[in-house]
């Protein structure tokens, strides 16, 4: 006793002495203190400062990166549209008098689109001043026009007024409200003459932005006014889908024998530390390895949704198994022991107690598993989903991509529309990320209990 | 237990047709066509394959963006439905790879030349047009230049501003943004522009066959001192950085100065800015020819196959006013589209 108490002032003595050399040893605490108060306050101030910086920062990227998307990506939702008289005369499309389904298939439609053109604007008589009209609407019109065509065959022969989508430059400075009366202050590659067609045809009332429809109903396309977003949506669903059936089946079975059958022994451990780290491991080893799995030993269809299921679901397995044992683990032992005292098998006990009660805290996990699977890419380069999807996938075995992929493949496309394309896909692609989250907070909201 | 019971059976039951549905399918033909390949014949492929699918009854064919090296490997592996039909490249077949086909039983390929594509360099519409050779180029880019002051050594390049290469150049810092070297067309403007500008000196020349090794080492190695900046695989990456930055010069695909006429304009290498008509004749420097290589064994097979060959060789699709041209490809001239056209329609057989 008398040896550590003298230990402590000797150690005392030597401190105070250090710390404040040349000052008496005997200085009181409560002078200490005060004497460091205002730089512990003013450390503490410091602190909080930080802390606010830190999320001020983090809120501000979130805002310069979600307007600059909104913002991009807002002209997407619209699309402008021209006004035609279109005459269906059978010798422009250089139909027979009964023609066949082949016929009207392979007629002139984009023909009848230009002379309608050139009868809008009589002057225009140079090749290449009439090349540069015909540019004013896009491609994709006689392709509307054959489905019209194909829909009613009647109206071959009258003059019919419809809407035709205008070409994606067009449709630009239209949107982007800029003066078409100085052709000089508009950048743009459309040339004055054009600007000048463009000038007529609004002032004459014959264009309208409306909602752009044909993006939520098509697939991909090197046109972008002709290019949506369908395929990529059914194509993620479809990954999802497969990647939900089997990982959720699987993690949950794996996490109630881990946290409730299991022997605590060094197997488990073994299974254990492994889990966590394949929760760790880069997806693009995924990918790697449902290529060399999947596909060429199990020969099963490259760029196909279940391949990117099963990839997926690799990766959401460790995600959707630990969430799982943390919600396992937060069921008090009380409602277990209760169960077993009123003669439930070990069996019952989990299934009629214990899941039912953790089941909120797996469907978030699960939940925030998926989300993570909807925004992959990587894995999916290696079995061949990044791949120009026009055809709406309508299986599980049919070539499809998916949405982040579908933001690749349009942001690295020459045509300039496809930049608010781009951003247009993002904000689908977040949408259906923030509904994922909201569905997790909803369930956790409702059904989760405290104990 | 009944509930457990019944609550697990559609689960075994979706995760067993699951298996089946994925196992059954391999033993069905394909009804689509499968291509893959590189990203610069991307945008072109993918624009006859729309049509293509619009127009006929077919189903419209899948792309995959892999790179011509990848795509070859995927397309040599072998004979069957599970492997792509098509493969698109930027670069003519390497004999290993045409090797590697043929022991694979890959026995009948049928090579398409389709057009050319240039690599533009060019800044942005604010500044002066740059005016240089590709001796310019290369003695802005490389890592090792020869010594300025004339003797037949090799230095670490000096030049830090335009001036001091040739002075008519404008006396600004050299920043050049290009590709990294995982992409295509990094490797096609090495070996066009800068191996171009390379051998315009005659002791470098004369190495080519004397001492391959360093003549590649010179000529191929870009200067890493931060006056070339790499600036990524996006091309449209790279137009948006020269927008901000009226000083700086960048390099890529030519169907990306088409769309962006208005911001960025072509510089003038030996003589001739890259247009339409100067990549064509042959007269601007840095253009490379694009293909496609067919499994002629899956025509007949794969529904489709002669028809998209068809299609792609078009007067419409590959000619001079088609739409192919439209989206920023040279077409070839009338002679080779012909030659083309014909191999194709009696599907010839490739032979190295």
């Given at each position: 006793?008398?040896n550590?108490?003298?230990?402590?002032s000797?150690?005392?003595?030597?401190?105070?002495?250090?710390?404040?050399?040349g000052?008496?040893?005997?200085?009181?605490?409560t002078s200490?203190?005060?004497?460091t108060?205002?730089?512990?306050?003013?450390?503490?101030?410091?602190?909080?400062f930080?802390?606010?910086?830190?999320?001020a920062?983090?809120?501000?990227f979130l805002?310069?990166?979600?307007t600059s998307?909104?913002?991009?990506?807002?002209p997407?939702?619209?699309?402008?549209?021209?006004?035609l008289n279109l005459?269906?005369?059978?010798?422009t499309l250089?139909?027979?008098?009964n023609?066949?389904?082949?016929e009207?298939r392979?007629?002139n439609y984009s023909?009848v689109i230009?002379?309608t053109?050139r009868?809008?604007f009589p002057?225009?008589?140079k090749?290449?001043?009439k090349?540069?009209?015909?540019?004013l609407i896009s491609?994709?019109?006689?392709?509307?026009l054959?489905?019209m065509?194909?829909?009613?065959?009647?109206?071959?022969?009258?003059?019919?007024e419809?809407?035709?989508?205008?070409?994606?430059?067009l449709a630009?400075?239209?949107?982007s409200g800029d003066d078409?009366s100085?052709?000089?202050?508009?950048?743009?590659?459309?040339s004055?003459?054009?600007?000048?067609?463009?000038?007529t045809?609004?002032d004459?009332?014959e264009?309208q932005?409306?909602?752009?429809?044909?993006f939520?109903?098509?697939?991909?396309?090197r046109?972008p006014e002709q290019?949506?977003?369908?395929?990529?949506l059914i194509g993620?669903?479809?990954?999802?889908?497969?990647t939900?059936m089997?990982s959720?089946?699987?993690?949950v079975?794996?996490?109630?024998?881990?946290?409730?059958?299991?022997?605590q022994n060094k197997?488990t451990?073994?299974?254990?530390?492994?889990?966590n780290?394949?929760?760790?491991?880069p997806?693009i080893?995924f990918?790697?390895l449902?290529l060399?799995?999947?596909?060429?030993?199990?020969?099963?269809p490259?760029s196909a949704p279940v391949?990117?299921?099963?990839?997926?679901s690799?990766?959401?397995?460790?995600t959707?198994?630990i969430a799982?044992r943390?919600?396992?683990k937060?069921?008090?032992?009380?409602?277990r022991e209760a169960?077993?005292?009123l003669?439930?098998s070990?069996?019952?006990?989990?299934?009629?107690?214990?899941?039912?009660?953790?089941m909120?805290?797996?469907l978030t996990g699960?939940?925030i598993?998926?989300?993570?699977a909807?925004?992959?890419?990587?894995p999916?380069?290696?079995?061949?989903?990044?791949?120009?999807?026009v055809d709406?996938?309508a299986?599980f075995t049919?070539a499809?991509?998916?949405?982040?992929?579908?933001v690749?493949?349009?942001?690295?496309?020459?045509?300039?529309?496809?930049?608010?394309?781009?951003s247009a896909?993002?904000?689908v692609?977040?949408?259906?990320?923030?509904?994922m989250?909201?569905v997790?907070?909803?369930l956790?909201?409702?059904f989760e209990?405290?104990w | 237990m009944?509930?457990?019971?019944?609550?697990?059976?559609?689960?075994?039951?979706?995760?067993?047709?699951l298996?089946?549905?994925?196992?059954?399918t391999?033993?069905?033909?394909?009804?689509y066509?499968?291509i893959v390949g590189?990203?610069?014949v991307y945008?072109f492929?993918?624009?006859?394959?729309e049509?293509f699918g619009?127009v006929?009854?077919f189903k419209?064919?899948?792309?995959?963006a892999t790179?011509?090296?990848?795509?070859l490997?995927?397309?040599?592996?072998?004979?069957?439905?599970?492997?792509p039909?098509i493969?698109?490249?930027?670069?003519?077949?390497k004999s290993?790879?045409?090797?590697?086909?043929?022991?694979n039983g890959?026995t009948?390929?049928?090579e398409v030349l389709?057009?050319y594509?240039?690599?533009a360099?060019a800044?942005?519409v604010?500044a002066e047009?740059?005016e240089?050779s590709?001796q310019?180029?290369f003695?802005a880019l490389?890592?090792?230049?020869?010594n300025?002051?004339g003797?037949?050594t090799l230095?670490?390049?000096?030049?830090k501003?335009?001036s001091?290469?040739?002075?008519?150049?404008p006396?600004r810092?050299?920043?050049v943004m290009?590709?990294?070297p995982t992409s295509?067309?990094r490797?096609a403007f090495?070996?066009?522009a800068m191996?171009?500008?390379?051998d315009?000196?005659?002791?470098?020349?004369e190495?080519?066959s004397?001492?391959s090794?360093?003549?590649?080492?010179?000529?191929?190695?870009?200067?890493e001192?931060?006056?070339?900046v790499?600036a990524?695989?996006?091309d449209n990456?790279?137009?948006?950085?020269?927008?901000a930055?009226?000083?700086?010069?960048?390099?890529f695909?030519f169907?990306?100065l088409?769309?962006n006429?208005?911001k960025?304009?072509?510089?003038?290498?030996?003589?001739?800015?890259?247009d339409?008509d100067?990549?064509?004749?042959g007269?601007?420097?840095?253009?490379?020819?694009?293909?496609?290589?067919?499994?002629?064994?899956?025509?007949g097979?794969?529904?489709?196959?002669?028809e998209?060959?068809?299609?792609?060789?078009?007067?419409?699709?590959?000619?001079e006013?088609?739409?192919?041209?439209?989206?920023?490809?040279?077409?070839?001239?009338e002679?080779?589209?012909?030659?083309?056209s014909?191999a194709?329609?009696?599907?010839?057989?490739l032979?190295l």
């Amino acid at each position: 006793m008398t040896n550590t108490d003298s230990d402590s002032s000797d150690m005392n003595n030597q401190d105070s002495s250090q710390a404040l050399p040349g000052d008496s040893p005997k200085r009181d605490t409560t002078s200490l203190v005060k004497a460091t108060l205002a730089r512990r306050y003013a450390a503490e101030k410091r602190f909080k400062f930080y802390g606010i910086f830190a999320i001020a920062a983090s809120l501000a990227f979130l805002v310069v990166l979600l307007t600059s998307i909104f913002i991009k990506g807002w002209p997407a939702f619209t699309h402008t549209y021209v006004k035609l008289n279109l005459e269906l005369d059978a010798d422009t499309l250089g139909l027979s008098d009964n023609p066949t389904a082949k016929e009207l298939r392979a007629a002139n439609y984009s023909g009848v689109i230009k002379k309608t053109m050139r009868d809008r604007f009589p002057d225009v008589k140079k090749r290449k001043a009439k090349k540069e009209l015909y540019q004013l609407i896009s491609s994709s019109g006689e392709y509307r026009l054959y489905d019209m065509v194909k829909e009613n065959p009647a109206i071959i022969g009258t003059t019919i007024e419809t809407w035709l989508p205008a070409d994606d430059e067009l449709a630009a400075i239209l949107k982007s409200g800029d003066d078409l009366s100085d052709p000089d202050s508009i950048v743009t590659r459309m040339s004055d003459q054009q600007i000048g067609f463009a000038k007529t045809l609004k002032d004459a009332g014959e264009t309208q932005t409306r909602f752009n429809k044909v993006f939520f109903t098509n697939g991909d396309s090197r046109e972008p006014e002709q290019a949506g977003i369908k395929a990529a949506l059914i194509g993620s669903a479809l990954t999802l889908l497969v990647t939900f059936m089997l990982s959720f089946p699987i993690a949950v079975a794996a996490a109630i024998y881990l946290e409730e059958f299991a022997p605590q022994n060094k197997w488990t451990d073994i299974v254990e530390v492994n889990i966590n780290n394949l929760a760790a491991v880069p997806s693009i080893v995924f990918g790697l390895l449902g290529l060399a799995v999947f596909i060429n030993f199990f020969h099963l269809p490259r760029s196909a949704p279940v391949v990117g299921g099963i990839v997926l679901s690799l990766m959401t397995l460790p995600t959707i198994i630990i969430a799982s044992r943390a919600a396992l683990k937060a069921v008090p032992p009380s409602i277990r022991e209760a169960a077993r005292g009123l003669g439930a098998s070990e069996q019952q006990v989990v299934w009629h107690h214990v899941l039912p009660l953790a089941m909120p805290g797996i469907l978030t996990g699960t939940i925030i598993g998926l989300a993570q699977a909807l925004g992959e890419t990587a894995p999916l380069l290696m079995i061949g989903m990044v791949a120009f999807i026009v055809d709406i996938p309508a299986g599980f075995t049919d070539a499809a991509t998916v949405l982040p992929v579908q933001v690749f493949l349009w942001a690295d496309s020459p045509e300039r529309a496809f930049v608010e394309k781009t951003s247009a896909a993002i904000i689908v692609l977040l949408g259906f990320l923030i509904l994922m989250n909201a569905v997790a907070v909803m369930l956790r909201k409702r059904f989760e209990r405290r104990w | 237990m009944l509930t457990k019971k019944g609550k697990n059976k559609p689960a075994l039951l979706i995760g067993a047709a699951l298996v089946t549905v994925g196992l059954s399918t391999q033993a069905m033909a394909r009804d689509y066509i499968s291509i893959v390949g590189s990203s610069t014949v991307y945008p072109f492929a993918t624009v006859v394959a729309e049509r293509f699918g619009k127009v006929t009854d077919f189903k419209t064919p899948k792309i995959e963006a892999t790179g011509s090296g990848g795509g070859l490997k995927l397309f040599c592996s072998g004979i069957g439905i599970d492997t792509p039909d098509i493969t698109n490249s930027s670069r003519r077949i390497k004999s290993s790879e045409f090797e590697m086909c043929q022991s694979n039983g890959v026995t009948n390929i049928v090579e398409v030349l389709i057009g050319y594509d240039g690599i533009a360099i060019a800044n942005s519409v604010e500044a002066e047009q740059f005016e240089m050779s590709t001796q310019d180029l290369f003695l802005a880019l490389a890592a090792e230049v020869p010594n300025p002051d004339g003797s037949a050594t090799l230095v670490e390049n000096p030049y830090k501003l335009w001036s001091d290469i040739n002075d008519a150049l404008p006396s600004r810092r050299i920043e050049v943004m290009g590709p990294p070297p995982t992409s295509g067309t990094r490797d096609a403007f090495v070996e066009l522009a800068m191996e171009g500008g390379c051998d315009t000196f005659d002791f470098i020349k004369e190495m080519k066959s004397s001492d391959s090794d360093t003549h590649k080492r010179v000529c191929h190695t870009m200067r890493e001192d931060g006056a070339y900046v790499e600036a990524g695989e996006n091309d449209n990456l790279i137009v948006q950085k020269l927008e901000a930055n009226p000083d700086a010069l960048g390099i890529f695909g030519f169907s990306f100065l088409e769309q962006n006429s208005d911001k960025v304009q072509s510089s003038v290498i030996d003589g001739f800015e890259a247009d339409f008509d100067s990549i064509a004749d042959g007269d601007y420097a840095i253009s490379r020819p694009l293909y496609f290589y067919v499994k002629a064994q899956h025509a007949g097979t794969v529904p489709g196959i002669e028809e998209y060959l068809a299609e792609f060789t078009s007067e419409g699709a590959f000619g001079e006013d088609g739409y192919l041209a439209d989206k920023g490809m040279i077409p070839l001239d009338e002679e080779e589209r012909d030659e083309v056209s014909n191999a194709v329609s009696e599907l010839q057989a490739l032979e190295l």
